[in-house]
């Protein structure tokens, strides 16, 4: 079965760069079944979709995050990432990994999570 | 971007209640509409996707109905393992949206 498992610091200072690393493991990121997500949630609200790649290169972002983000996929390692430029106490959230089926059936296998937060 | 809103934001309910939950988008998607579950601390759970098609291993009380713009989760009996969160999504475009959450309690 499909597992993916976030993995980065869990603290970052304004205005610095969080950077998240996605392990992908009992499946390929080069399936073409699957686009490979970053989604954020807040402390206490909802979920925010940040983007997605597929193991060709192509990403797609969220408009509102589209300045300050980077999803990159290295195949060789089975992993994908994620960039997040110039934070603020506002990207504090807890951030998940998740499939995305290129069938438009969902996100189907999510990690647990990890918290980041933004404090000098 | 498609704007996913449902309805209510929370309610309460006892164990055994039929409950439905609404989502509306702001335009026509197909039915590339998912429901998921989410437990204080865990991450979502998909539990229904292209509208109706209940997630393997999914309960059969879950069940999803809609078309066009107007979608509905449905627990036809609830459970105490079912008290969460749950959100809608379209996964029609990008950017993937999500609706705001109906939080699920006990009465």
């Known amino acids: 079965q499909l597992q993916v498992q976030e993995s980065g610091p869990g603290l970052v200072k304004p205005s610095e760069t969080l950077s998240l690393t996605c392990t992908v493991s009992?499946?390929?990121?080069?399936?073409?079944?699957?686009?490979w997500g970053w989604i954020r949630q807040p402390p206490g609200k909802g979920l925010e979709w940040i983007g997605n790649?597929?193991?060709?290169?192509?990403?797609y972002y969220n408009p509102s995050l589209k300045s300050r983000v980077a999803i990159s996929v290295d195949t060789s390692k089975n992993q994908f990432s994620l960039k997040l430029s110039s934070v603020t106490a506002a990207d504090t959230a807890m951030y998940f990994c998740a499939s995305d089926s290129t069938g438009y059936k969902g996100l189907n296998y999510w990690g647990q999570g990890t918290l980041v937060t933004v404090s000098s | 971007d498609i704007q996913m809103t449902q309805s209510p934001s929370s309610l309460s309910a006892s164990v055994g209640d039929r409950v439905t939950i609404t989502c509306r988008a702001s335009?026509?998607?197909?039915?590339?509409l998912n429901w998921y579950q989410q437990k204080p601390g865990k991450a979502p759970k998909l539990l229904i996707y292209?509208?109706?098609s209940l997630q393997s291993g999914v309960p059969s009380r879950f069940s999803g109905s809609g078309s066009g713009t107007h979608f509905t989760l449905t627990i036809s009996s609830l459970q105490p393992e079912d008290f969460a969160t749950y959100y809608c999504q379209q996964s029609y475009n990008t950017p993937r949206t999500f609706g705001q959450g109906t939080k699920v309690e006990i009465k």
């Open positions: 335009q026509s998607m197909s039915n590339y």
């Open positions: 009992g499946g390929s990121i080069s399936s073409t079944y699957y686009y």
């Open positions: 790649i597929y193991y060709s290169g192509n990403t």
């Open positions: 292209d509208v109706s």
